[in-house]
């Protein structure tokens, strides 16, 4: 059954069309990536869907369409924790338990004369608290929590002290929780670690609703999605198959318009060779020819189609401004802790030049706390970091704290 459909949608600023003839459908519990080059549409085309953007074109939506988008503010409310912004989503449920407990306060101090009707509101009420879910949604709430990486010392949080990411990760679950039937996930592994990203897939792929991802991690969509929706050059086009799948297709697509379009061409110039042969013999029968090969060509023409080029790559190099030593960066020891709360210890590195190190580790566990122990930001509790000869370290913070908001972004 399809539940939302579009039809030759599209939307300009000006003279600048972002995209045009947007047409497709999608049906209940299907999984479709949506990608393309950044600034391409893919986030202006969720806006148009929920009715945030207008633009050309209709966009349908069947009664039965409930829709879950990650709004862009989250409440900065200081009395308002993690828990509780993700436990709103169910206020109806909450509601419904409180109205069952007010029953049931009420036939311990009712007269025997209103009992029969207390206890029928009562079953009535306890019927439909258990059949919307009223059993578990506190379980699911600290499920959907624990998941997307969160901790229960988290819980209690207050939302206005949290990072950006954990803000983003408490609407991720509020999402996941909302009863929508069709998800609009604009980069939804972002700021999540690796076994969030594995709780999220294993979610979505057991999910009855369909889901709308807009996401870069190809990984992630090979395993949740099954369709995808490509705008690329202002235009729009539909594949079936995972994100893999659309990037075969999309090759022997570009493979087979470039061999047509050689061909074509090839075919035109041999027919021009022709034309002009027989210009120059200058008869009646050869201008007749002529004028025949020229309808030819205009045929050819008409029908020949130039392939699109593919989004422009960048080329670059970068390389040390001068070589450091052989031994790069050493550590002995190192420990960190915050209060009762130990990150780490006894950390040992010996990094050589040229080595390409990952630090894996879940959210909280210390990861950026050590960057900064190693880059002499920060104090270790114990232990010692040893730069070697000629290290100039270059740190990119998650929290972009170092940029100028004053700069463009060229001078910058």
Request: charged fraction near 25%.
């Amino acid at each position: 059954m399809i539940i939302l459909s579009a039809s030759q949608v599209g939307l300009s600023f000006g003279e600048r069309t972002l995209f045009s003839s947007v047409s497709f459908d999608v049906q209940e519990g299907e999984k479709i990536g949506l990608v393309g080059v950044n600034g391409c549409g893919k986030t202006t085309l969720f806006k148009l869907i929920t009715g945030e953007a207008k633009g050309d074109g209709q966009i349908q939506r069947t009664k039965s369409l409930v829709l879950g988008y990650v709004e862009q503010h989250v409440s900065n409310d200081d009395a308002t924790t993690a828990y509780e912004q993700v436990l709103s989503v169910f206020a109806p449920l909450m509601a419904l338990e409180a109205d069952l407990l007010s029953v049931e306060a009420d036939l311990r101090t009712a007269p025997e004369t209103a009992l029969a009707a207390l206890t029928v509101k009562q079953h009535a009420l306890q019927e439909r608290f258990e059949n919307e879910g009223g059993l578990t949604y506190r379980s699911r709430t600290r499920a959907a929590l624990l998941g997307l990486g969160f901790d229960e010392a988290m819980f209690d949080r207050p939302v206005a002290k949290l990072s950006g990411g954990e803000k983003s990760k408490v609407l991720l679950a509020r999402m996941l929780l909302s009863g929508a039937n069709l998800l609009l996930l604009d980069e939804p592994t972002n700021h999540l670690d690796i076994a969030g990203v594995e709780w999220l897939e294993n979610y979505l792929n057991a999910y009855p609703g369909a889901v709308i991802a807009i996401s870069h991690d190809r990984y992630f969509l090979d395993k949740v999605t099954k369709r995808t929706f490509e705008i690329e050059n202002k235009k729009f086009k539909a594949y079936q198959g995972n994100y893999s799948t659309y990037l075969e297709k999309k090759d022997r697509e570009r493979d087979i318009d470039q061999h047509h379009y050689d061909t074509t061409t090839r075919e035109i110039k041999r027919i021009e060779g022709i034309v002009a042969q027989q210009r120059q013999w200058n008869r009646e029968r050869n201008i007749r020819t002529a004028e025949s090969k020229l309808k030819q060509i205009a045929r050819l023409e008409r029908d020949l189609v130039k392939p699109e080029k593919g989004p422009d790559a960048i080329a670059f190099h970068f390389k040390a401004r001068n070589p450091s030593g052989q031994d790069v960066l050493m550590a002995e020891g190192l420990a960190k802790s915050f209060g009762d709360r130990t990150l780490f210890r006894n950390v040992d590195l010996h990094i050589r030049a040229g080595e390409r190190v990952f630090l894996l580790g879940a959210n909280g566990c210390g990861k950026t706390t050590l960057l900064k122990i190693l880059l002499g930001r920060l104090a270790p509790e114990k232990g010692s970091v040893f730069l070697g000869t000629g290290v100039q370290p270059g740190y990119y913070d998650q929290t972009l704290a170092a940029l100028h908001p004053e700069k463009n972004v060229i001078d910058e």
